[in-house]
């Protein structure tokens, strides 16, 4: 089963990579580099949603104690940390050429860090207590408190000056982009919340495994 | 365990949290912490030598470049005040007349702004050239073969 969706995320993947390179048109304004946001896009929308995982479960699991709850935060917290260091890299990278800077302390970059950090304080967390079920329950409310913060990212551009850009997309309107951008976007959404969706059933099973192994 | 309340230190936690956020909303809407002034703004309580950011669109036909001696001159506007702003250095490939900018540096006493970091700044839109949905591949083998323009 997991193996399936590791196929399917592959071919996803592979179709998002034709979409950014040989459908989407080279941009006006900014030409070729523009293409880094065929991953820098998906790649913050699928930790979000990875987030939104790790909220449900840590609060699943603050109710219910099940492990299966915390295995699934857990799980989701690690592959949501990928995908936001990815996304923070390629803008990184993507803000050199057109920003002229690698990293800037504005609103939206410093909201995105914090974001980060606090995931990153929920792998820790978990570790600092040789009590297992201590660690878990630690980090179920830093992963809850991690995940509230979203919004705050998202409207950041709107509450405050930064440098970074308003959404393009994900915003009441229609889009402010040609519909072969949007469309090569969506794919490389899709690919990569498969992808994501299989990094976080892998983790699950080796979190079990490793559980049962210990029990 | 199972199923008690949240203890009474997690809970100050997270209400430090909220408290902390809070402040951070209040003081982004009231603009009481501000990442980059208006040129406005520095007109009213400008100091010498302190270190600002300043934030505007470039004047059309203000932008004076020198490649040369990498002497770069132009104004900085929010339709109300202007600020003269002074860089050595190039600027990054967005930075253009009639687009957005935002720039580090200090306020002289000789009555211009001299920048250490100029920092483009983008729209949200997304273009197509002339916005046609056409197939992307030869242009951007083109571009790689830089024989464009």
Redesign the interface.
């Known amino acids: 089963m997991t193996r399936w969706l590791g196929v399917v995320a592959m071919l996803g993947v592979l179709a998002g990579l034709v979409m950014a390179?040989?459908?989407?048109?080279?941009?006006?304004?900014?030409?070729?580099?523009?293409r880094i946001?065929y991953v820098h896009v998906p790649a913050v929308w699928v930790a979000y949603l990875a987030f939104l995982v790790v909220l449900l479960g840590s609060v699943a699991y603050?109710?219910s104690?099940a492990p299966a709850a915390d295995r699934t935060a857990h799980a989701a917290a690690e592959v949501g940390v990928v995908f936001l260091g990815v996304n923070i890299a390629t803008g990184a990278i993507w803000g050199k050429?057109?920003?002229?800077?690698w990293w800037?302390?504005?609103?939206r970059l410093t909201s995105v860090a914090v974001v980060f950090v606090i995931f990153i304080g929920y792998l820790l967390v978990r570790q600092m207590t040789d009590d297992p079920?201590r660690g878990a329950r630690f980090a179920a409310?830093v992963g809850i408190?991690g995940a509230l913060?979203i919004p705050?990212v998202h409207f950041?551009v709107y509450?405050?000056?930064?440098?970074h850009?308003?959404?393009?997309f994900a915003k009441p309107g229609p889009a402010?982009?040609?519909?072969?951008?949007g469309a090569a976007l969506l794919v490389n959404f899709v690919g990569l919340l498969l992808l994501c969706a299989y990094f976080i059933a892998k983790r699950y099973d080796l979190l079990r495994a490793q559980q049962e192994a210990t029990a | 365990?199972?199923?008690l309340p949240?203890k009474p230190k997690?809970v100050a936690?997270?209400a430090v949290?909220a408290l902390a956020?809070a402040y951070?909303?209040y003081a982004?809407?009231t603009?009481s912490?501000?990442?980059?002034v208006t040129p406005s703004e520095l007109h009213t309580a400008a100091k010498t030598g302190k270190a600002y950011r300043l934030?505007g669109m470039v004047e059309k036909g203000s932008v004076n470049w020198k490649p040369a001696t990498l002497d770069l001159r132009f104004t900085l506007s929010d339709g109300q005040a202007k600020v003269p702003v002074r860089h050595h250095g190039t600027?990054?490939?967005?930075?253009g007349e009639g687009r957005g900018a935002?720039v580090e540096g200090t306020w002289m006493s000789e009555g211009y702004f001299q920048a250490t970091?100029?920092?483009?700044?983008?729209?949200?839109?997304?273009?197509?050239?002339h916005?046609?949905?056409?197939?992307?591949?030869q242009?951007?083998m083109k571009?790689?073969r830089s024989d464009q323009k």
Request: charged share 15%; no cysteine; hydrophobic share 50%.
């Open positions: 390179f040989l459908v989407a048109p080279r941009e006006m304004t900014q030409g070729n580099v523009q946001m603050l109710w104690r050429p057109t920003w002229g800077t800037t302390w504005d609103a079920e409310v408190v913060n705050l950041s509450w405050w000056r930064t440098l850009q308003p959404p393009t402010a982009a040609s519909s072969a951008i | 365990m199972k199923g949240l997690f936690g997270i949290l956020l951070m909303i982004g809407v603009q912490a501000v990442y980059f934030g600027a990054p490939d967005l930075f935002v970091l100029i920092m483009a700044k983008h729209s949200e839109e997304y273009k197509a050239p916005d046609a949905a056409s197939p992307g591949y242009e951007l571009s790689l």
